[in-house]
């Protein structure tokens, strides 16, 4: 069953501090594995999109990582700010022949404290 | 930057009424999604909308759901007798090749 499993559920953070998130996935076949970041009542907004063959991808102060072979994907903050309190999903795409599939997981919800 | 935009933002309605979520798709990009996500829980699609006709539909899109792509720009949601459990925020996306945007969607509260 394609699944994407993320973790923590939740994450409390002072800020200028640095937090990795994680997501486990089963999905096949695999195309590529998104990053979003949502803020409360919008929508997501991409951070980062990376194929089978990139281990790492940044995006500012965002950095995240995948090893297909143990389909494992971070995201890793660097030292964050306020506005950084949002909830983190991982998405991964499920791309076959006439079709497009998105597999999302249930997110992360940082809290980024002063 | 070119964004996929929905109008209303909020819609509040009676339990069995009909309502029509609609969005602006980025314009040349030819694949339309509807998503919905229940307050507290993960986004869910709901169904993909290719060459004006569904391509592919969830089990959560059910009769009471269906799209319409009524001319060039717009990509609407119809929902035609609202039940309490419709309450969420309902996001709609496109896509070109292949990155998919998606839209601020629209909190749907059913009463």
């Known amino acids: 069953k394609n699944q994407v499993e993320q973790s923590p559920q939740s994450l409390i953070i002072l800020e200028g501090k640095n937090c990795t998130l994680q997501?486990?996935?089963?999905?096949?076949?695999?195309?590529?594995l998104r990053w979003y970041k949502q803020d409360t009542g919008r929508g997501p907004v991409s951070l980062t999109i990376?194929?089978?063959?990139?281990n790492t991808k940044s995006n500012g102060r965002y950095t995240a990582t995948l090893d297909a072979d143990t389909k494992q994907s971070s995201l890793h903050i660097t030292a964050s700010q306020l506005s950084d309190s949002a909830s983190y999903i991982c998405v991964v795409i499920n791309l076959f022949t006439g079709g497009f599939k998105t597999i999302f997981g249930a997110g992360t919800r940082l809290f980024v404290k002063a | 930057e070119p964004e996929v935009t929905q109008t209303p933002s909020h819609q509040v309605t009676q339990m069995g009424q009909e309502v029509i979520l609609r969005c602006v798709p980025i314009s040349n990009h030819l694949y339309f999604y509807w998503y919905r996500q229940i307050l507290g829980q993960k986004v869910e699609f709901l169904v993909s909308?290719?060459?004006?006709?569904?391509?592919?539909k969830s089990e959560i899109f059910d009769d009471q759901f269906s799209v319409e792509r009524p001319d060039g720009s717009n990509f609407t949601l119809k929902i035609r007798s609202t039940k309490l459990e419709d309450s969420a925020m309902y996001f709609c996306?496109?896509?070109?090749?292949?990155?998919?945007?998606f839209g601020p969607g629209t909190r749907l509260t059913v009463l």
């Open positions: 990376m194929t089978f063959s990139e």
């Open positions: 996306a496109s896509r070109g090749f292949n990155e998919q945007f």
């Open positions: 909308f290719y060459n004006n006709e569904i391509s592919e």
């Open positions: 997501c486990n996935y089963t999905v096949s076949p695999f195309s590529n």
